[in-house]
Nanobody, 125 residues
Framework: QVQLVESGGGLVQAGGSLRLSCAAS????????VGWFRQAPGKEREFVAA????????YYADSVKGRFTISRDNAENTVDLQMNSLKPEDTAVYYC??????????????????WGQGTQVTVSS
């Protein structure tokens, strides 16, 4: 129904910037919101940011607020995550996910129906 493909991950020096992109295809008209999650080795997957597909309302985890910006590119049907002032603790596999219904939360994994394959972000000291 919905396919998601992440891109833009890689290596970056601490203090630098990186831009991730999540390309959505298929039945994109069914998407209510797109979220970004991340998981570091030995740690649980955590919410990073989310954006409503229509309207543009955004939500951020406290750990990234003021440094990361989530946005939608209407022309390319993608959701981007601009990451600035990167820290080594930002190192993780980053996943984008699509939510098709308006339930009760935009920050919980179980609320999302479709997931991308993940992309590695590594921040060196």
């Amino acid at each position: 129904q919905v396919q998601l493909v992440e891109s833009g991950g890689g290596l970056v020096q601490a203090g630098g910037s990186l831009r991730l992109s999540c390309a959505a295809s298929g039945r994109t008209f069914s998407i209510y919101a797109v979220g970004w999650f991340r998981q570091a080795p030995g740690k649980e997957r955590e919410f990073v940011a989310a954006i409503k597909w229509s309207g543009g309302s955004t939500y951020y985890a406290d750990s990234v607020k003021g440094r990361f910006t989530i946005s939608r590119d209407n022309a390319e049907n993608t959701v981007d995550l601009q990451m600035n002032s990167l820290k080594p603790e930002d190192t993780a596999v980053y996943y984008c996910a699509a939510k098709t219904t308006n339930w009760k939360s935009l920050t919980e994994e179980y609320e999302y129906d479709y997931w991308g394959q993940g992309t590695q972000v590594t921040v060196s000291s």
